[in-house]
């Protein structure tokens, strides 16, 4: 799974371990959730899991919470990097600029 890039790739994967006899652990749902295949992750949460003693509320909610916390990160990375309010790029006349 971890070369697998394309949801409709994973999805056939994962059907087919399970068609197998496969059997998934918690971080298998965690992979695919984190790598945004949400086809194999949907399938695996309404196909697989509900017929394991695996909690998988507490895997989707860790995972969001991770990606909340990356996101909350970028921008923040962002706003230091944002002029301060009132500032402007400067301006070069055309003979500066063009020099």
């Known amino acids: ?40 992750s949907d399938y695996m949460l309404n196909e697989y899991y509900p017929h394991t003693n695996i909690d998988t509320e507490i895997i989707v909610r860790s995972v969001v919470n991770e990606v909340q ?5 970028t921008i923040f990375q962002l706003k230091q990097r944002m002029l ?11 003979v500066v600029y063009w020099a």
């Open 1 to 40: 799974m971890a070369s697998v890039t394309e949801d409709n790739e994973a999805l056939l994967i994962i059907m087919q371990a399970h068609a197998d006899g496969f059997k998934f652990s918690s971080e298998c749902l965690e992979l695919v959730l984190k790598k945004n295949l949400l086809k194999a």
């Open 69 to 73: 916390r990356n996101q909350d990160y």
């Open 84 to 94: 301060p309010i009132g500032e402007t790029f400067p301006k070069f006349a055309p």
